[in-house]
């Protein structure tokens, strides 16, 4: 068992890929999959900055509502392609973190905590007021894709079942750019700056570039996820931006296993899911996941997939 889990270690984008593609057969429906896709992919954006960075981010949500506000803006007022429309997104978002990392980033601890709370609330009031092309309060409504052609091939993306697969393209794109990211010379001053920024400032790292650099990273792929999420819902609602999507990010990266590969996934998968089948029972279904946040963080700290891992004596640098 050991070395089964060791050799998913070692190819952990291809163990990625495989379990997300049965993953729809194991839900109970497809459209829990697509938004435990979309968040898990939000989670580890995330989870870069935060886990592997050491900083603790409130204002993430900033960058899911800006690439789902521009992807639909792009398509609602603009008629431009899905694919375009994306990109936009993304973009936007990453000029979003470039922004905010830069005022952010000079600030330490919960100083830096806040600012991006602060700033996170700027861009959602700058949306909120922009009714003509947000719509205000009542969201961005008509973002729709219905069918395109690839390689001349119909897709029919109102298909739940395609239109998974289709957003899968898309988030193993983004698990390979960060496997590729924490492999890199990168990632490695990365967690040099998280254990001892004084140590890693004196052996002539650039501290303020790389936290930079990495939190324009982190929001690009929370861009993308935000992007995905607009297609999904054929709307962007308000709540996109809320600071309590930012707070999802945090519980779901701690809840999974924050600093590791796959964690923030599991996290997601596991708050979701609850969630879907709390609510079934009671409108307090929030009460409930707090409970379990709270179990999970006393008796299993380092998460779900984190206490796996470590139970399993696989070495830190192989997640």
Request: glycine share 12%; net charge positive.
């Amino acid at each position: 068992m050991n070395a089964f889990f060791q050799l998913i270690a070692r190819h952990r984008v291809l163990a990625s890929t495989l379990f997300l593609a049965i993953f729809p057969f194991i839900m109970p429906y497809e459209a829990l999959a697509i938004n435990i896709l979309i968040f898990g992919l939000f989670a580890m954006g995330f989870n870069l900055l935060f886990g592997y960075m050491g900083l603790l981010s409130f204002g993430h949500a900033a960058f899911l509502g800006i690439g789902s506000y521009l992807t639909g803006i792009g398509i609602v007022h603009y008629g431009l392609g899905w694919g375009t429309a994306i990109l936009v997104g993304v973009i936007g978002a990453a000029i979003g973190g470039l922004i905010m990392g830069f005022l952010a980033i000079r600030t330490r601890g919960i100083y830096f905590s806040m600012v991006t709370l602060a700033l996170g609330q700027i861009v959602y009031y700058i949306f909120y007021k922009a009714e003509s092309l947000t719509g205000g309060e009542n969201g961005l409504r008509g973002v729709r894709v219905d069918s395109f052609n690839i390689f001349g091939i119909p897709v029919d993306f109102l298909n739940p079942l395609v239109k998974y697969y289709i957003i899968l393209v898309f988030v193993v794109a983004a698990i390979w750019l960060i496997s590729r990211i924490l492999n890199s010379p990168l990632g490695a001053v990365m967690e040099a700056i998280r254990e001892n920024e004084k140590r890693a400032s004196a052996c002539g790292f650039d501290v303020a570039k790389t936290k930079l650099l990495v939190f324009i990273l982190s929001a690009a792929i929370c861009g993308l996820a935000g992007s995905l999420r607009a297609l999904h819902l054929s709307i962007v609602p308000i709540d996109s931006l809320h600071y309590l999507q930012s707070g999802q990010a945090v519980m779901m990266s701690i809840l999974g296993g924050m600093g590791t590969f796959f964690g923030p996934f599991v996290g997601a998968a596991v708050m979701l899911y609850l969630e879907d089948v709390v609510t079934t029972f009671t409108k307090h279904w929030m009460a409930v996941i707090g409970l379990v946040f709270m179990f999970f963080v006393l008796f299993f700290p380092r998460g779900i997939w984190g206490t796996i891992l470590s139970k399993l004596q696989i070495h830190q640098d192989s997640k």
